[in-house]
């Protein structure tokens, strides 16, 4: 079996909405399998790793994907996304045999909690702790006088730190990160850093002289204009974690991650 995207697309669907799971042909390469679901839904959690359940698995860390394989679990790893949990690894079949497997169940999507304002907060930092971010500077050396001048505006310093820290990517593999700001909306006093693939467009509204404070600006896919009153890191901060934000991804994964292009 060749796996590929379009193929676990297919084992997917064949398990539908509520709860499944499949053994897998032998030799298929169970390791491939949680790289293609990993890039999807970011880094996964370990329920069992050599046969040893972690003892904190419960209902809200996918504790219902361990149930088809009772005992005969040896490696499961899980993602939360949405309504479903998501998992795989290998499990001995009813002869004895392991073998990789790929299992689906429902999640209870937990209530939003209140988010308290913060104020100091180094929206970068954070950004870094929510991503696990680990690598190196991917763009240290940007020439940043040179695109300020070919652009005819300086730009907030925080959006650099984050074409610096991460370069090409998409938060989420939702979030694209513009590694300069596109100027197809000048004539609406927007630059756009960001978008994602429902065409929703991230901005910033560019007016006063000192970028470190535009404000946010979404140009949603119907051309409608969605002002935050924030920064550019805090911002995605928000997106990813605030389950109360009209943008957020809180409510789809549990974990979040940076899809790095250059590493594809």
């Known amino acids: 079996m060749e796996l590929t995207q379009a193929k676990v697309d297919d084992l997917l669907a064949e398990l539908g909405p509520g709860d499944g799971y499949m053994y897998l042909p032998r030799e298929l390469n169970r390791h491939d399998l949680t790289d293609l679901i990993a890039d999807r839904y970011g880094a996964p959690r370990t329920l069992v790793l050599d046969g040893f359940t972690d003892p904190t ?17 040896v490696t499961i790893r ?11 690894g290998t499990a001995r ?23 308290v304002p913060e104020e100091g907060v180094d929206w970068m930092e954070r950004l870094i702790r929510i991503t696990g ?7 240290p050396d940007v020439d940043w006088a040179e695109t300020e001048s070919r652009l005819g505006t300086a730009l907030p310093s925080d959006y650099k730190r984050m074409v610096e820290t991460f ?12 590694q300069e700001p596109w100027t197809d909306l000048r004539d609406d006093g927007l630059l756009i850093w960001a978008g994602t693939e429902h065409e929703d467009l991230y901005c910033w ?7 470190d404070h535009w404000p946010v600006v979404v140009r949603s ?23 109360h934000h009209p943008f957020t991804m809180a409510l789809w994964f549990d974990t979040h991650w940076f899809m790095n292009y250059r590493d594809r």
């Open 93 to 115: 079949d009813a002869e004895g045999i392991e073998r990789p497997v790929l299992v689906v169940a429902h999640r209870e999507v937990p209530e939003p909690s209140a988010v």
């Open 167 to 178: 370069g090409a990517g998409a938060f989420d593999a939702y979030l694209d990160l513009n």
């Open 57 to 73: 698995v419960d209902d809200s860390r996918g504790a219902a994907l361990l149930v088809p394989f009772a005992d005969r679990a």
């Open 133 to 139: 971010w680990t690598q190196p500077a991917q763009r």
């Open 221 to 243: 896919f119907d051309n409608g204009d969605i002002p935050f009153d924030c920064r550019t890191a805090e911002f995605v901060c928000h997106v990813l974690t605030d389950p």
């Open 205 to 211: 509204r560019a007016d006063g002289d000192d970028p």
């Open 78 to 88: 899980a993602w939360a996304y949405g309504d479903q949990w998501v998992g795989t």
